[in-house]
């Protein structure tokens, strides 16, 4: 018999209920900012009426989050729950307004409500992104205005364009994965750019462009999105108070397009036992070795074959069992 697990039992790291939001945008959105409890005592000070299943104390319902994770988990278990769960599943879902559609595949959840579209624009509602064809008109329109936004609404919505595609399986063009901030950084072009701002302006400011130069590390490209961002942030900052920023876009590149300035996407890696791993490394490990730290539901995020996804889960393992993988990397 299957194991009984939801998001109280059995999946500590809510890796195997990422596994189960994988294409379905919209039950995954409704979990993006799910707060479950943390503390076996919160759980067990719970009534057996908070759960579906309560006999065996599964499947929580007392929230509209708790209800969605228990349905997902459910899904996995067929006939091996009795009936009376699913009775109060249904009855949890029609009390919080969850329709069938939430939990249908990406290629079934095209056809959805206003109140629950998906916008590269979030704050004003413009340019939704639930479908392939609505993700690439966003691109399109995204490439077209991407001036009249502000840097970090720039970043913020081609990001999102980038998150939707990865659930959509659209390929986007590299234009978009620069904005989105998913491509590596050339070191020579970036102080190339430096020294122009350098070059541009004098004393303090001329000063911390060739500070910031010289502190990039030696190696021809730069991967880290984290560094990189930082390093954009930092430019912007001194853009705008050396009275350059107003020549983007002409003159001048944006600190991003400064910063992610090739059309190589950028590899990722991940800390494990204080060091940066490739995530391409990881996710080629056999699935034994995942069975063997108690983590099977990595190998399926690894089957998946998509880094970002594996990168978000991996950072949710505990220290342990990141130590036990570093061991069997030989690291």
């Not at 994988?22 to 067990?44: N, Y």
């Not at 559609?101 to 998906?118: D, R, Y």
């Not at 392939?132 to 919505?157: F, G, P, S």
């Not at 983590?295 to 069992?321: K, L, N, S």
Request: proline share 6%; with cysteine.
């Amino acid at each position: 018999m299957r194991a009984i697990n939801d998001q109280y039992n059995g999946d500590p790291t809510y890796a195997e209920l990422h596994v189960l939001t994988r294409g379905r945008p919209l039950a995954r959105e409704l979990l993006k900012t799910a707060q479950f409890m943390s503390k076996k005592a919160e759980v067990d000070a719970l009534p057996d009426t908070a759960f579906a299943w309560e006999s065996e104390r599964r499947f929580p319902v007392h929230t509209k989050e708790d209800t969605v994770a228990s349905l997902l988990y459910r899904s996995k278990l067929g006939s091996s729950v009795p009936g009376y769960v699913d009775s109060k599943l249904a009855k949890a879902s029609e009390i919080y307004g969850l329709e069938a559609h939430v939990f249908a595949a990406a290629k079934t959840a095209q056809s959805v409500t206003p109140e629950q579209s998906v916008y590269a624009l979030p704050d004003v509602s413009r340019l939704p992104i639930n479908n392939a064809e609505q993700i690439k008109v966003a691109e399109e329109v995204l490439q077209r205005d991407y001036t009249k936004l502000t840097l970090e609404k720039r970043a913020e919505a081609f990001s999102r364009v980038a998150q939707a595609a990865r659930v959509h399986s659209v390929t986007l063009q590299p234009f978009t994965l620069k904005m989105a901030g998913l491509t590596a950084s050339s070191v020579d072009t970036l102080k190339t750019w430096l020294g122009a701002r350098a070059g541009a302006t004098t004393g303090k400011y001329s000063d911390a462009y060739e500070k910031l130069a010289a502190a990039l590390p030696a190696q021809p490209l730069m991967t880290s999105r984290k560094d990189l961002v930082k390093v954009a942030s930092t430019i912007e900052e001194i853009d705008r108070l050396a009275g350059l920023d107003k020549h983007y876009d002409r003159k001048l590149p944006d600190p991003l397009l400064t910063v992610f300035n090739t059309s190589k996407v950028a590899g990722q890696t991940v800390d494990a036992c204080g060091t940066q791993v490739p995530v391409e490394t990881l996710m080629a490990l056999p699935p034994d070795i995942w069975e063997s730290v108690d983590m099977p539901e990595m190998a399926q995020v690894a089957e998946a074959g998509d880094p970002a996804e594996f990168a978000q889960v991996f950072a949710t393992i505990p220290a342990d069992i990141k130590t036990m993988i570093c061991k069997q990397l030989g690291m």
